[in-house]
C-alpha cells in the first residue's frame, strides 16, 4: 500500500462526497440508505429466539432452579450474621493483607452501609457477588486453561470472550431472561457471563508469559504433566491468575445495578436503578456510594492478596505465627456471636439510630440547581450550539438568529468554503498532504454535520482508514460490519452512537493526553491523578451517571460528559506512562543535542511515546463505547436507546440487532487503533 | 601433546554420553530429510538443501562423547545450534534423527514415562538465566526434584542440606529468588540440579548472564565443585576464553555443524579453520601453552638441569627460566621427556603469532 495510492483514494473520495451533496436534494438514495433494501433481520432473530426457548427452555429454567441453592444460602448466612460480624471480619481481612491504612478505610466504608441503612440490601448484592465470583472464576480458569492447551479451542475461544466483552450487557441481558426466567438467578447468569471474559484472558495470559526456562527446568526435575501444570505452571502464572480474578469482582460488581433490571429484588442496585429512574438525586447518589463503596473495599483487598504474596513464610514458622490472622478471625467471630445475643444492637443496628440525609442533600442541591441556573444553563447551551450541534447536523443548521445570534448568510457559506480551501490548497502546496485531506474532511463534516453526510461518504472514510491501519483484511472486515449496520436497518442510530461517542472520545482524549502529559513530568500532579483515576475505573458506570443527571438534566450533553468522565482514564493513563517510559538514553542524548523543553515533548517524547498513546485511544474508545450504553438512560436515541428499547419491550430482535451494532462499530474501531499502534511499534523497532 | 586427548576421548572405558549424528530440522515435516532413518545425502549438502526448503538446520550431524569425570565444552555463538545440540540430550527437544547414548542405552528409545525417570535420576540441567520458580524459596526450589519424586522428608533434608552447603547458600535457605543476587541464583540452580546426585550434568550457558567478576569467582567454583564430584559434564557457552578455562575437551559450533573437536591446546595450536583461527586471536598463549609443549628439541641432554612438571603453563615457566638461563627439564609421568628453554619458549610464541598474523 503506497502512499500516493491512498492519497488519491482520499480525494476522490472528497470530490465524490461534494459532487454527491451537490445532488443530495435530487437523490435521495444517497443520502440515506434506502428502507427496502434492508433485510427483516429483526423477523428471524425473534423467530430462531422462540424456537430455542420452546425446545431448550425447561432445560435452562432447570439450571436456573439448582443455581438457586447456593443463592439463597450465601443470603441466609450473610442476614444470619450480625453486622458487627461481618464489618470486623473484612476489617481484620484488610489489616492482615495490607496494614492499618486499608483496615480504617475497609471500617468506614462498610459502616456507612450500616449507618445510612442499606444494610440489607447491601448483603443482598455482596451476595450475588459472592456466588457469581466463584462460578465465574471457576469457569474462567478452566477455559482459560483449555485455551493454553489447545490451539484450536484458543482460536474459537479468543473471539467468543472479544464479543462478550464487546457486545453490551444490556443485549444479553433479555436472552437469558427469556431462556432463565426472572428473578435474582439470571442477575446472577448475567452476571457471570459478564465476569468470565477478563478470567479466561489472565488465565491464558499467565500460562503463556511463564518463562521458558523455567518450564524446562520443571521438566529436568521430572514433573508428569499433571505436576507440570500444579506445580509448576499454575504457581508461576499465579500472580496473573489472581489479577484476573480482581478484575473478575470488579466487572461482577459493576453488574450488580445492570442485574437488577431484570432481577432485581431488594438489592442495592434496585435502589440506585428506581431512584434514578424517578430522578430522586440524593436517594441515588447513597445507593450507588454503597456500591462504589464496595467495589473498593473488595478490589483493595483482593488487589492486595494479589501482589503482596510476602515471603515472609518459612519452615520454621510456627503454627500460631503462621495462622495467626485466621486464629484471629475465628476467635473475634465466637465471642461477637456471643455479644450478639446479649446486645441486640450489634446484631441489628436499630433503625432509630440509621441517618439518612436525602432530604437535606435534595434541599442542598435544589439550591445550588437554583443559585447556579444560569452558569448551568449558559455551559449546557454554549457546549450545545458551538460544539455538539455543528458535529451532528452541521453549521448550516446550526447557525441562527436564535443559537449563534445572526443567520447564515449565502456570503458567509462561500467565505468559509474559500476559506477551508485556501487552507487545504496550502498544505497541499507545502506537501503536507495528509493535513490537507484532514483539514479537507473536517470542513465538510463541521458545515453540513455527520447526520448530512451520505452514508457511502461515512463508510468510505472508515473502509480507508481501516486500510490504512490494517491493510486490506481490515478494509474488507470493516466494509462487513458496516453493510451489516445497514442492511439491519440501524444506521441512523448508529450514526448517532457514532457521533456521541466519537466527540466524547476525541474530547477524552485530547484532555486525558494532556493531563497524563502534565503528569509525566510533574509528580505531585500524577500522585494528585491517580487516586481520582482509581476511583473513576473502580467506580460502577451508572453511579458516574448520577452527578452529572442532577446539574444537566436528560440529554446528549449529560450523556457526553458522563462518558468523558469514565473515558478519560485510560487516556491520561497511557499517555502518562508512555511518556515516561521513553528511553532515557534518548533523553540525554536529546538534552546533550540542546533540545528545549517543548522540543523534547513534541519531537522527541511523543513520537516515541505514540504507540503508548494509541494504544490508549483504543482503550479510551472501548471505556466510552461501554459507557454510551449505559447513558441509554438519559434518553440518547442511538443503538444504546434501541437495545434499552429492545429489553423493555421483551423485543430480543430489535435489542440484539443494536446490540451487536454497537459490538460491530467497537471491533472496529479496536481493530483500527490496534493496527495503527501495531504499524507505530514497528516503525520505531519495540515490535 | 596428544596424549591427553587419548586419555579423554577414547580410552578403554565406555564413554558416560555417545552421541552419534544428531540432527533437529525445525520446519514442515523433518521427517522426510531422513528416509529409511538414514540422511540421503552428505552433511553439508543436506543442510544446504534443508535451508533452500524454508526449514532450519539447528543442528546438523553432530557426534561427540563425554567420558565419564569429563568436562566437554561446547562452544559456538549465538544462533550456533549449541543449545539445541544439550536439550536434544535430554530430550527437552526432539532430536529429528541421530543416536543419544546414555550408559549405553538408547535415550530416543525410551517412553515419555522412562525418560521422566532418567531426568528425575540421571541428568541435571543448570540454566542460563536460571529458571528458577518464583514462587518457592531457595530452600524449596532446591527440594523441588526431589519432592516431584516424593522423596522421603529425611533424605530430602540430607540431600538439599548437602547441595546448598556444597554451593554456599547456607543461611538464605529462606530467601526467594528475586531477593538474591544473580550469581547466588545461579548457586540456587546449581544446587537444584545437583540435589539428584545426576550421573550427566548439564549446563547451559550457566554464567553468560553474570558479570565478569562474579563469573570468573563462578567459573572457580565450578571446578573446586567438579574435583569434587567428578561428574561427567557438557557445558554450553559463547566465550572462547571460559572454554577454555573449564574445558577437558571442547567442541566449536557454526550455523547447527561441528567446525573442530579437541582439547584447548588442540584447537589454538591447529585450528581446523579461520573461524576457530579468529577465536585463538585473543587468547593469551602463555597461559594456554603448558611446558611440554614448548620443549627444545636441540637443547641437548637434561642430565643436571632444575625439573619442573609438563603442564604447568608458560606463564609460570617465564619467571623460572629467567632464574634458569640454561634451561629447565620438562618432567612428565615421573620422568624426564625434554628440555625448554629460553629460546624454544620465544620460538613457539613466535610461531604462534605469526599463524595469528597471516592464518593459513
Request: with cysteine; aromatic share 10%.
Amino acid at each position: 500500500m503506497s502512499g500516493d495510492r491512498t492519497h488519491w483514494a482520499w480525494f476522490a473520495l472528497i470530490g465524490l462526497t461534494l459532487v454527491a451533496l451537490g445532488f443530495r436534494d435530487r437523490l435521495g438514495w444517497l443520502m440515506e440508505f434506502p428502507e427496502a433494501w434492508e433485510w427483516p433481520m429483526t423477523e428471524w432473530l425473534n423467530t430462531g429466539m422462540d424456537w430455542v426457548v420452546e425446545t431448550a427452555g425447561p432445560a435452562f429454567r432447570a439450571f436456573s432452579d439448582v443455581m438457586d441453592y447456593p443463592m439463597s444460602w450465601v443470603r441466609g448466612l450473610l442476614h444470619w450474621m450480625p453486622w458487627a460480624l461481618t464489618v470486623g471480619l473484612l476489617v481484620i481481612a484488610s489489616f492482615a493483607v495490607s496494614g492499618w491504612k486499608l483496615a480504617v478505610f475497609t471500617f468506614l466504608a462498610m459502616f456507612y452501609m450500616v449507618v445510612i441503612g442499606y444494610w440489607y440490601e447491601s448483603m443482598n448484592s455482596l451476595a450475588l457477588v459472592m456466588v457469581s465470583v466463584p462460578l465465574a472464576v471457576a469457569i474462567g480458569f478452566c477455559v482459560g486453561t483449555w485455551a493454553f492447551y489447545s490451539d484450536r479451542a484458543e482460536r474459537v475461544i479468543t473471539p467468543t470472550m472479544d464479543t462478550l466483552q464487546t457486545i453490551p450487557v444490556f443485549a444479553y441481558l433479555l436472552p437469558i431472561l427469556l431462556l432463565f426466567g426472572f428473578g435474582p438467578v439470571v442477575g446472577l447468569i448475567a452476571s457471570v457471563l459478564y465476569a468470565v471474559p477478563p478470567m479466561v484472558r489472565n488465565t491464558t495470559l499467565g500460562l503463556v508469559r511463564i518463562d521458558e526456562e523455567v518450564i524446562e527446568a520443571g521438566m529436568m526435575a521430572g514433573a508428569t504433566a499433571g505436576q507440570m501444570f500444579w506445580r509448576v505452571r499454575v504457581p508461576s502464572a499465579l500472580r496473573q491468575i489472581l489479577l484476573g480474578v480482581n478484575q473478575t469482582m470488579l466487572a461482577a460488581f459493576s453488574m450488580i445495578i445492570i442485574a437488577s433490571i431484570i432481577g432485581g429484588t431488594s438489592d442495592i442496585g434496585w435502589e440506585v436503578l428506581t431512584h434514578i429512574r424517578k430522578a430522586n438525586v440524593a436517594e441515588a447518589i447513597l445507593a450507588g456510594v454503597v456500591i462504589a463503596l464496595m467495589a473498593m473495599v473488595m478490589d483493595r483487598i483482593t488487589a492486595r492478596a494479589a501482589m503482596g504474596r510476602s515471603p515472609d513464610g518459612g519452615e520454621d514458622e510456627s503454627f500460631v505465627t503462621r495462622y495467626r490472622y485466621w486464629i484471629v478471625a475465628a476467635v473475634f467471630a465466637a465471642v461477637m456471636l456471643v455479644l450478639a445475643r446479649v446486645f441486640p444492637v450489634l446484631q441489628d443496628y436499630p433503625r432509630a439510630w440509621e441517618v439518612y440525609p436525602a432530604d437535606a442533600m435534595n434541599d442542598a442541591f435544589n439550591w445550588l440547581l437554583v443559585e447556579y441556573a444560569g452558569a448551568i444553563k449558559a455551559i449546557k447551551t454554549t457546549a450545545l450550539f458551538y460544539l455538539m450541534l455543528p458535529v451532528k447536523m452541521g453549521l448550516e443548521q446550526t447557525i441562527s438568529p436564535f443559537s449563534w445570534g445572526f443567520e447564515f448568510t449565502q456570503p458567509m457559506k462561500i467565505g468559509y468554503a474559500v476559506a477551508m480551501a485556501a487552507l487545504a490548497g496550502w498544505l497541499l502546496l507545502r506537501r503536507r498532504v495528509r493535513g490537507a485531506i484532514g483539514v479537507a474532511l473536517l470542513a465538510i463534516l463541521l458545515y453540513f454535520g455527520i447526520t448530512g453526510l451520505p452514508w457511502l461518504s461515512i463508510a468510505g472514510v472508515m473502509v480507508l482508514l481501516a486500510w490504512q491501519a490494517g491493510g486490506r483484511r481490515l478494509a474488507v472486515g470493516t466494509s462487513v460490519g458496516l453493510a451489516f449496520l445497514m442492511l439491519a436497518g440501524v444506521w441512523p442510530e448508529a450514526t448517532i452512537s457514532f457521533y456521541l461517542c466519537g466527540l466524547a472520545v476525541a474530547l477524552s482524549f485530547l484532555i486525558g493526553t494532556t493531563l497524563g502529559v502534565i503528569a509525566s513530568e510533574n509528580d505531585a500532579v500524577s500522585a494528585f491523578l491517580r487516586p481520582i483515576s482509581d476511583t473513576l475505573q473502580t467506580m460502577p458506570l451508572f453511579v458516574i451517571l448520577i452527578p452529572f443527571v442532577m446539574f444537566f438534566k436528560l440529554g446528549d450533553f449529560t450523556a457526553l460528559l458522563a462518558i468523558m468522565a469514565y473515558a478519560i482514564v485510560p487516556a491520561i493513563r497511557y499517555a502518562e506512562h508512555g511518556l515516561r517510559g521513553v528511553n532515557a538514553e534518548v533523553i540525554e542524548a536529546a538534552s546533550a543535542c540542546g533540545a528545549t523543553r517543548w522540543q523534547m515533548l513534541w519531537r522527541v517524547r511523543l513520537p516515541l511515546a505514540l504507540p503508548q498513546l494509541l494504544l490508549g485511544l483504543n482503550q479510551t474508545i472501548m471505556f466510552g463505547v461501554a459507557m454510551l450504553v449505559i447513558t441509554a438512560l438519559v434518553g440518547t436515541s442511538d443503538l444504546g436507546q434501541e437495545i434499552y428499547i429492545g429489553l423493555n419491550n421483551g423485543d430480543f430482535g430489535v435489542g440484539m440487532i443494536a446490540g451487536i451494532g454497537m459490538a460491530t462499530l467497537a471491533m472496529i474501531a479496536d481493530r483500527m487503533t490496534r493496527g495503527y499502534s501495531r504499524k507505530g511499534q514497528k516503525a520505531l523497532g519495540q515490535g | 601433546m596428544n596424549d591427553r586427548a587419548q586419555d579423554d576421548g577414547s580410552g578403554g572405558d565406555q564413554p558416560r554420553l555417545s552421541c552419534r549424528h544428531i540432527w533437529k530440522v525445525y520446519g514442515k515435516k523433518p521427517e522426510q530429510y531422513f528416509p529409511d532413518g538414514a540422511p540421503a545425502v552428505e552433511t553439508p549438502a543436506l543442510a544446504e538443501r534443508i535451508r533452500e526448503d524454508g526449514a532450519i538446520p539447528a543442528a546438523a550431524d553432530v557426534s561427540f562423547d563425554v567420558a565419564v569425570g569429563e568436562i566437554f565444552v561446547i562452544m559456538g555463538l549465538s544462533g550456533s545450534g549449541k543449545s539445541t545440540v544439550v536439550r536434544c540430550l535430554s530430550r527437552l527437544v526432539e532430536p529429528t534423527h541421530g543416536e543419544i547414548l546414555l550408559d549405553g542405552e538408547d535415550l530416543r528409545a525410551k517412553s515419555d514415562k522412562q525418560m521422566i525417570e532418567v531426568r528425575r535420576h540421571q541428568i541435571g540441567m543448570v540454566f542460563q538465566n536460571f529458571g528458577l520458580m518464583p514462587h518457592l524459596s531457595v530452600w524449596e526450589n532446591v527440594a523441588f526434584p526431589l519432592s516431584l519424586q516424593g522423596a522421603a522428608q529425611d533424605h530430602t533434608r540430607e540431600r538439599v542440606g548437602k547441595v546448598i552447603e556444597l554451593v554456599g547458600l547456607e543461611g538464605r535457605e529462606k530467601s526467594y529468588p528475586h531477593q538474591l543476587s544473580g550469581g547466588q541464583q545461579q548457586r540456587v540452580g546449581i544446587a537444584r540440579s545437583l540435589a539428584v546426585d545426576p550421573d550427566l550434568w548439564l549446563l547451559d550457558e550457566p554464567f553468560s548472564a553474570l558479570d565478569p567478576l562474579i563469573r570468573r569467582q563462578m567459573q572457580d567454583e565450578f571446578l573446586r565443585i567438579q574435583n569434587d564430584l567428578h561428574k561427567s559434564i557438557v557445558f554450553i557457552t559463547h566465550d572462547f576464553l571460559e572454554a577454555l578455562r573449564v574445558a577437558d575437551r571442547m567442541m566449536i559450533m557454526r550455523g547447527g555443524r561441528v567446525v573442530q573437536t579437541g582439547t584447548p591446546a588442540q584447537l589454538i595450536t591447529n585450528p581446523a579453520d579461520d573461524y576457530v583461527a579468529e577465536f585463538t586471536n585473543d587468547v593469551p598463549m602463555v597461559r594456554v601453552l603448558r611446558a611440554y609443549e614448548v620443549t627444545d628439541p636441540e637443547a641437548g641432554s637434561a642430565e643436571g638441569r632444575e625439573r619442573v612438571a609438563g603442564d604447568v603453563s608458560v606463564e609460570a615457566l617465564l619467571p623460572m627460566l629467567s632464574a634458569h638461563p640454561e634451561g629447565l627439564a620438562v618432567e612428565q609421568g615421573g620422568t624426564v621427556t625434554a628440555v625448554v628453554t629460553a629460546q624454544s619458549v620465544v620460538r613457539a610464541l613466535a610461531r604462534l603469532s605469526e599463524q595469528e598474523e597471516a592464518p593459513a
